[in-house]
Structure formats: C-alpha cells, structure tokens
T-cell receptor, first 114, second 114 residues
C-alpha cells in the first residue's frame, strides 16, 4: 500500500511570500489532517477533513492559512503571506474514517521562512 | 480538554539498557492512547496504541506500554535499547469528544550511547 505522499519536501521562502503544500492520502482514506510541527514541539492539528468537508479548523490561522480538499482526495495547504513563525514541518496524515484508531503520516514538508 | 505531558525532553541510555519514556495524560473521558516514533526528516510512525481491553500493549520493535488509569499514565518501555532506537518519541491522546483529533505531547528525544 502506498503511503501518504507530500510535496515538496523542503521549501525556503522570504517572509510575506506565499507558499503551497500538497498532500495525497492513502487510497480510500476518507479523513485527512494537516498538522504543524514547530522545531522541538509536538505536532499541532491545523485542519481536519472528512471527504471534501471541513470537520475542524479551529486551530487554523484563517487570516493567512487556507486549505482545500475539493474532490475528497488530495489536499492543498496554503500560507499567504508567510511569517517567520510559520517556519515548521507541515505534516499530512490520513485515516480510513474518523473512527479509525491512529493514522498514517506523510514525511512532511519542511518550511523555512527567512 | 485533553492534554499530554511527556517528562524529559531528552533521555539518554546505554545500548542494552532499559528504555523508559514517560507520558501522562489528561482526559475527561476514557482515552485512546498512542505512541509514535519520528526518525530524522521523516513523518511519524505508529509504535503502539491502547483503545480498550488489555492495559499492557505491545508494539513494534520490542516496545510496550502500560495504561494505568489511576496514575493517568502511559509510559513506554523497552527492555534493551538498540542504537537504531535513537529517535524522537511522541505520546498522543484522543477521545471521541474531540472528533478523532490527536493531541500530542512535546516529544522525548531518545539518545542511545554505544
């Protein structure tokens, strides 16, 4: 079974620029999550999708972050404009359903904002 | 609200020695508990999980954890450390009131000395 695919692996941008990350979950997984992992901390949930609908985006800084999962499969997370404090690893994860125990993570995208 | 505390951001053991990584949780309802491992520049990999039933849970790579409700703990152990165990370990909690969202602890970096 193919894992959760993310791209790019690394991205360096200047502050105030925009950036987008892409995630393709495991085939058949209805639930998709985006987590932000700041260096030295545990991952923090940004947004959770069930198919193409948003289940929880309470932790997403909506003034600069946006995410979509239009066809209920792959997803894009965007930051515009980026701030220095957005430097982190952005992890995508998926699970078969909301009731699944644990989920599968991708390798992440490491963002550095300079 | 649920939360996870991992005591000790860094733990160092000698190869062959016992590994003990501590995790305490806070949850208003019976929790589901997880341990994930993260190797450098990789995503999180599920080590083991507790949902219901037996409180001693065995995972991959010789790790196990015991759910102790009275102590609100879910400590991770391995009888004999191997060099390949050096990584970052995250404890996480989920309860159904939180819509399958995982809340992670801050992580413990395990170092194994030869």
């Amino acid at each position: 079974e193919a894992g959760v695919a993310q791209s790019p692996r690394y991205k360096i941008i200047e502050k105030r620029q925009s950036v987008a990350f892409w995630c393709n979950p495991i085939s058949g997984h209805a639930t998709l999550y985006w987590y932000q992992q700041i260096l030295g901390q545990g991952p923090k949930l940004l947004i959770q999708f069930q198919n193409n609908g948003v289940v929880d985006d309470s932790q997403l800084p909506k003034d600069r972050f946006s995410a979509e999962r239009l066809k209920g499969v792959d997803s894009t997370l965007k930051i515009q404009p980026a701030k220095l404090e957005d430097s982190a690893v952005y992890l995508c994860a998926s699970s078969y359903s909301r009731g699944s125990y644990g989920y599968t993570f991708g390798s992440g995208t490491r963002l550095t904002v300079v | 609200a649920q939360s996870v505390t991992q005591l000790g951001s860094h733990v160092s053991v000698s190869e062959g020695a016992l590994v003990l990584l501590r995790c305490n949780y806070s949850s208003s309802v019976p929790p589901y508990l997880f341990w994930y491992v993260q190797y450098p520049n990789q995503g999180l990999q599920l080590l083991l999980k507790y949902t219901t039933g037996a409180t001693l849970v065995k995972g991959i790579n010789g790790f196990e954890a015991e759910f102790k409700k009275s102590e609100t703990s879910f400590h991770l152990t391995k009888p004999s450390a191997h060099m390949s165990d050096a990584a970052e370990y995250f404890c996480a909690v989920r309860n159904d009131n939180a819509g399958n969202m995982l809340t992670f602890g801050g992580g413990t970096r395990l170092m194994v000395k030869p």
